[in-house]
């Protein structure tokens, strides 16, 4: 069966929203995506039907509560293929799993003379963690540059990974759409004796993923941009190295015991979930999982090379010189985020005329300002695309941007 | 909703166009730095204060043409003037853009330029843009009077 993406948009109430007599044309679903109705009503009928805390009661409520948050991570397990389900902690959302990995495996590994390597295309969230804690352990950070094209640029891979302890990089680039060689990078990084971290924030969303296949250590990615709900995030990590791992935060649900000598930690995943967990959200987040499987990660994927070959194509032939794409133009290597300079306009004007029109776009630095110094930028404008866009909206954000420089070119 | 013409008032599209006082300074000449972090916009300020006047100011930097111009026109109003004066600008200026609470400034002088920057207020989002220059500033007198 072909991909119905009109279909698909019937999922997704948001979409039909019309604003001042226009229709929302949403381009912002690397930053967050939209909601279908299985993840709202799944949530909302747990709110409505079957509330209840998890674990701690022995009511029946408590238990089928349980069963839904423990199948959640059961799903989220299958989506990613990992070996157990208690390999998947749940996390406050991707940047908390990052620090996380940093705070608990780093603060125990890494020290004066070490090395961690990361990338010059990572988000905040994958840099300054490792700051953070070099800072306090007096280890060294080392960068892999890029090339023109924005790949990364693997020419000295090896000697940068020598001594190295960790690898931590991004499995697709919030801004230049740049899709990694995920199991190239962990099978060099193993080479060398290091541990490989994935940031799969805008990756899993979008394409499949396999843990076991790429081989790494730790992956971390978040509900709210593979059409769940935000106040959840997810952390992967092979058992035994989360086994080996001190707690991250301290309190209740993450011990087996408290004495008033010290404490003895809870089994895995618990080990690593303090506190009251977002039990709603995993809910929503289970159903998005669902979602998602039922679409198919394959078409979706195929759908975003098509509507990514489409924009390529469209803002090129109607712009010509006045547009900036960065990035690759190979659709093999690329997701569905485009981050451009148009004309001489600000992104902040662009995207403020764009909005007359519900053009909605992200304008900024993506939070990856050592990559925007790269590109010489203090900010670019970002139309990124998921499972339900559109080329009609592609046309769309094409009229919105002649607009914008009819407007500012005098 | 207010349309684009409220926002991109001729005279603010004319300051981002061709901004007065662009450059910088020499020591001793202070400089300030604002950025907004949100949005990656940086603005630098030079100004040389002589007897309590801030006698020059000059302006860098690469943001939007809201925080480009905003900077353009303060540049324009405050050259010359007397420090307490400048301070009372910037009292007004912010309180005209909603984001100062307290007494209502004096606002029998004309704006004149800055007047044009009205229309940001209807877009809230844009306002932090506006008020960079006017915060960098703020904290260039606080320099100076070091």
Redesign the interface.
């Known amino acids: 069966m072909s991909y119905d993406v009109q279909k698909l948009r019937n999922d997704f109430p948001v979409l039909a929203e019309v604003i001042?007599d226009k229709p929302l044309v949403y381009l912002d679903s690397a930053n967050s995506s939209q909601k279908p109705l299985a993840v709202i009503d799944a949530m909302s009928d747990f709110m409505s039907h079957a509330y209840s805390p998890t674990n701690r009661s022995a009511y029946q409520m408590a238990a089928h509560a349980t069963d839904l948050y423990e199948g959640a991570r059961a799903k989220v397990a299958t989506f990613i293929n990992a070996r157990h389900a208690h390999e998947v902690v749940f996390t406050k959302n991707a940047t908390e799993a990052l620090n996380l990995v940093a705070r608990a495996w780093g603060s125990a590994n890494l020290n004066k003379g070490d090395v961690v390597l990361l990338t010059h295309m990572e988000h905040h969230a994958n840099i300054v963690p490792w700051q953070m804690l070099a800072a306090e352990h007096g280890f060294t950070i080392r960068w892999v540059p890029l090339t023109n094209d924005g790949l990364l640029d693997l020419t000295d891979l090896d000697t940068l990974l020598t001594g190295a302890k960790a690898f931590s990089f991004t499995a697709m680039s919030n801004v230049l759409g740049t899709i990694n060689p995920v199991a190239e990078l962990v099978a060099a990084a193993h080479r060398h004796g290091a541990i490989a971290i994935v940031d799969g924030c805008q990756s899993v969303p979008h394409m499949v993923t396999d843990v076991q296949a790429l081989g790494a250590d730790f992956l971390a990615f978040s509900s709210h941009k593979m059409v769940g709900p935000t106040g959840i995030g997810m952390l992967w990590g092979r058992e035994e190295l989360l086994d080996a791992m001190p707690p991250f935060l301290g309190g209740g649900n993450m011990i087996s015991d408290v004495r008033l000598d010290g404490f003895t930690c809870a089994e895995l995943p618990a080990k690593f979930e303090a506190g009251t967990q977002p039990i709603i959200e995993a809910v929503g987040l289970g159903a998005a999982v669902d979602y998602l499987t039922a679409v198919g990660m394959e078409n979706i994927r195929q759908h975003e090379i098509d509507i990514t070959t489409y924009a390529l194509n469209t803002l090129t032939s109607r712009f010509g010189d006045d547009i900036v794409i960065h990035g690759s133009r190979d659709v093999s290597v690329r997701g569905a985020t485009i981050s451009f300079a148009y004309k001489d306009v600000?992104?902040?004007?662009v995207s403020?005329?764009l909005d007359?029109t519900n053009v909605c776009v992200r304008?900024?630095?993506h939070c990856a300002?050592p990559l925007?110094r790269l590109l010489g930028s203090?900010?670019t404008v970002r139309a990124s695309f998921y499972l339900y866009n559109t080329n009609h909206e592609v046309d769309a954000l094409c009229d919105a941007l002649s607009a914008a420089g009819d407007?500012?070119t005098? | 909703?207010p349309?684009?013409e409220d926002?991109?008032r001729e005279i603010i599209?004319d300051h981002y166009?061709s901004p007065r006082n662009r450059g910088s300074l020499e020591p001793p000449a202070v400089r300030a730095e604002g950025h907004n972090p949100?949005?990656?916009?940086?603005i630098e300020v030079f100004i040389s204060v002589e007897n309590d006047i801030v006698a020059d100011i000059k302006i860098s930097g690469?943001?939007?043409?809201?925080s480009?111009s905003s900077g353009s026109m303060m540049s324009a109003a405050i050259k010359g003037k007397p420090i307490a004066e400048v301070r009372a600008l910037i009292s007004r200026f912010k309180h005209m853009m909603s984001i100062e609470e307290g007494e209502q400034p004096d606002t029998s002088a004309p704006l004149g330029d800055l007047e044009a920057l009205q229309g940001v207020v209807k877009?809230p989002v844009?306002i932090k843009?506006a008020v960079l220059s006017w915060n960098t500033l703020a904290e260039a007198l606080d320099i100076a009077a070091e």
């Open positions: 001042n600000h992104p902040h004007d403020q005329v007359q304008a900024g630095h300002k925007m203090n900010a407007f500012f005098l | 909703m349309g684009l926002l991109y599209l166009k949100l949005c990656g916009d940086e690469q943001g939007c043409s809201i480009q877009f844009r843009c």
